[in-house]
């Protein structure tokens, strides 16, 4: 089997960032151009995508998004992350104020915007939201996380709660600003829900025609017209 001619598209998507369906669906329209997908650490998402490194990234956002086009995917849930045995587990939902004077870890790769955020911060700062769960588990503190990361970090001692007053956690495709290859094109068309053939931009664009197949194909068309106009039967007196 030839090997693809194309380049791979290479995605980038930080941790909690679902793109399998896309990736299916890539998978399933374009099978002559791979689709590489790369976790990246959500600190250094904005910087891969500004350097190239992917071409493509789903990510959480920055303040500044200067040198990126953004286009926003979805809005996530924001959670509290506590032991199965915690006071809180008492109820479906929580609000801002049932976490004040709580002990809340704030990990230094935290994504959650959200100035003022309840709780008392605990002094030590965890290097990774993983690292954080682990201290959750072990009962320092609480921590406030985007549903999809308290999902990925899911363990048997620990539960979440969401916070009705709290901010969403954005979630976007992020791509360099400027002209963007056909690959790229095809695959934000697929995340926006376009139908297969009306993207915008298509992977392999058929070749043009050169002057001489343009006539050569209309003289075939003329001889192929004339003889349907020939078809039926003679004019003249029939054989006796």
Known sequence: MASSSLPPLILGYVPGGTPAKWARIWAERHPEAPLELRVI????????????????????????????????????????????????????????????G??????????????GAP??????????????????????????????????????????RPITDAPTCPV??????????????????IVRGRKPGSSRAQVQAAPKRTAREKTLAKQAARAAAGKVARKPGRPGRGRR
């Open 41 to 100: 650490a959500a600190a250094d998402a904005v910087a891969e995508v500004r350097a190239g490194t992917v071409d493509v990234a789903v990510l959480r956002p920055p303040a500044d998004t200067s040198g990126l086009a953004v286009i926003p995917l979805y809005e996530e849930t924001t959670v509290a992350v506590v032991p199965t045995d915690h006071v809180l587990t008492a109820v479906d939902e929580i609000t801002a104020a049932d976490l004040d």
């Open 102 to 115: 709580e002990p809340m870890l704030l990990p230094l790769d935290d994504v959650v915007s959200w100035a």
């Open 119 to 160: 709780g008392a911060p605990v002094d030590h700062r965890p290097e990774t939201t993983e690292a954080a769960i682990d201290l959750v588990a072990a009962g320092v503190g609480a921590l406030i996380v985007p549903q999809s990361l308290a999902r990925l970090y899911h363990r048997k001692d620990l539960t979440y």
């Open 172 to 189: 976007a495709l992020a791509v360099p600003e400027g002209p963007q290859s056909a690959l790229v094109e095809e695959f934000i068309g």
